[in-house]
């Protein structure tokens, strides 16, 4: 929700005036509530030693701790009456009116704004919110940038494409198998990869789609194999939980048969 305030323009001294009177009618306030609250305490522990239900140790700290804060109220004051002594009483009354305004700003909002003021502060957040969206381009999911088609301060139309994505956990490999062997080849069907640039470590993979058509083996597709025959290409998913296969290695793929 939007915070609501209010601006006033003032002169540079006047605003150094208020300022420094709000410090030190806080920092009074303050000192005030603390010299009431220990001198209350000092009160408790003195009638309960006085029942010896506590030690007199304690009774002495609370009673320390009482003047503690009778001199730090006493200093604020002195803070206060020197500002108030130095400055004209104008000038005094017009901090004075600056603080009386703060706090009624504060008492507003703590009492709460009234219902349409909090509505219109939604709809300006709502609104704010959806023109930051648009300024944000999100991948559905994790991936890796392979290519960024803009550069900055271009201007990018609807539905213009901006970059090119790898997602992370869609790494796979593309397989050619002769048209004599496909049928021993299924969906689902079990797998196992290496990779050169990862060494001897076999990865599990899994028959994910098998081309409907045949095709002329690919010229930068290297195969025991002759390429005059036709074949069908066949795409296997890689299980890399650890992301070590990236696009673009070369790899052998072992299918397995049925047990």
Same mark, same amino acid.
């Given at each position: ?15 150094? *005036?208020?300022?420094?009177? *709000?410090? =030190? ?30 030690? #007199? ?21 002195? #803070? =206060? ?10 000038? %005094? ?6 603080? !009386?305004?703060?706090?009624?700003? =504060?008492? #507003?909002?703590?009492?709460? +704004? ?6 219109? !502060? ?33 201007? %990018?139309?609807? +539905? ?5 994505? =790898?997602?992370?956990?869609? *790494?796979?490999?593309?397989?050619? %198998? ?41 010229? +930068? ?16 998913? %890689? ?7 990236? !696009? ?5 793929? #072992? ?5």
């Amino acid at each position: 929700m939007h915070k609501l305030s209010v601006v006033i323009p003032v002169y540079q001294d006047e605003l150094s *005036i208020a300022q420094t009177f *709000i410090t =030190l009618k806080t920092e009074l306030d303050r000192a005030a509530a603390d010299e009431t609250r220990t001198r209350l305490d000092f009160q408790r522990y003195d009638a309960l030693a006085q029942k010896d239900l506590v030690s #007199k140790q304690q009774r002495d700290t609370a009673e320390a701790n009482w003047k503690m804060a009778v001199a730090e109220k006493q200093n604020a004051q002195h #803070k =206060l009456s020197e500002l108030q002594r130095g400055y004209r009483p104008e000038e %005094i009354a017009s901090a004075e009116a600056r603080y !009386a305004q703060a706090q009624a700003t =504060l008492e #507003k909002v703590q009492r709460g +704004n009234r219902r349409e003021d909090v509505e219109a !502060a939604q709809a300006a957040l709502a609104y704010d919110e959806a023109r930051f969206r648009e300024r944000q381009v999100l991948a559905p999911t994790a991936a890796t940038v392979e290519v960024l088609d803009v550069r900055p301060g271009d201007l %990018i139309s609807p +539905n213009t494409p901006v970059a090119t994505l =790898l997602e992370r956990d869609q *790494i796979y490999v593309r397989i050619y %198998i002769p048209e004599t062997e496909i049928y021993r080849i299924h969906i689902g069907q079990k797998a196992q990869i290496t990779v050169d640039s990862v060494g001897k470590q076999v990865f599990d993979g899994a028959v994910e789609q098998i081309n409907q058509q045949a095709e002329f083996l690919p010229r +930068n597709v290297q195969t025991r194999e002759e390429r005059v025959h036709q074949v069908f290409g066949v795409k296997i998913r %890689i299980d890399d939980a650890s992301h070590r296969v990236l !696009a673009g290695m070369a790899a052998d793929v #072992k299918l397995l048969g049925e047990k």
